[in-house]
Nanobody, 125 residues
Framework: QVQRIDTGEGSVQAGGSMRLSCEGS????????VGWFRQALGKEREFVAG????????SYANSVKGRFTISRDNAKNMVFLQMNSLKPEDTAVYYC??????????????????WGQGTEVTVSS
């Protein structure tokens, strides 16, 4: 699927905001759990945010709680990650991914498929 930045230019100062989007083919995300992961330089890929096929059921990594929001638009077959109050520690390559069909939220990378190509986000202090 296609992954891109909706707002900003990939770089932002600390305290700023940015929204990432992920668009799939028809019915790519409908009825599936979805998630966002990130991988910082020299670190392993980590779970950031997830949403069950029931859109109101969400989960976030402790490091982004209260700052990031995952959402979806099934009519447009898109998934979003709104990032507010960004910190330099948020600098990483961000990936969207599709989770289990009719699934609940999972933080296990092996449960996801159809990964996006990644979006580089840089937050300066």
């Amino acid at each position: 699927q296609v992954q891109r930045i909706d707002t900003g230019e990939g770089s932002v100062q600390a305290g700023g905001s940015m929204r990432l989007s992920c668009e799939g083919s028809v019915h790519t995300f409908f009825s599936y759990a979805v998630g966002w992961f990130r991988q910082a330089l020299g670190k392993e890929r980590e779970f950031v945010a997830g949403m069950a096929y029931v859109g109101s059921n969400t989960s976030y990594a402790n490091s982004v709680k209260g700052r990031f929001t995952i959402s979806r638009d099934n009519a447009k077959n898109m998934v979003f990650l709104q990032m507010n109050s960004l910190k330099p520690e948020d600098t990483a390559v961000y990936y969207c991914a599709r989770g289990p069909r009719w699934g609940m939220i999972t933080r296990n990378e092996d449960s996801y498929d159809y990964w996006g190509q990644g979006t580089e986000v840089t937050v300066s202090s």
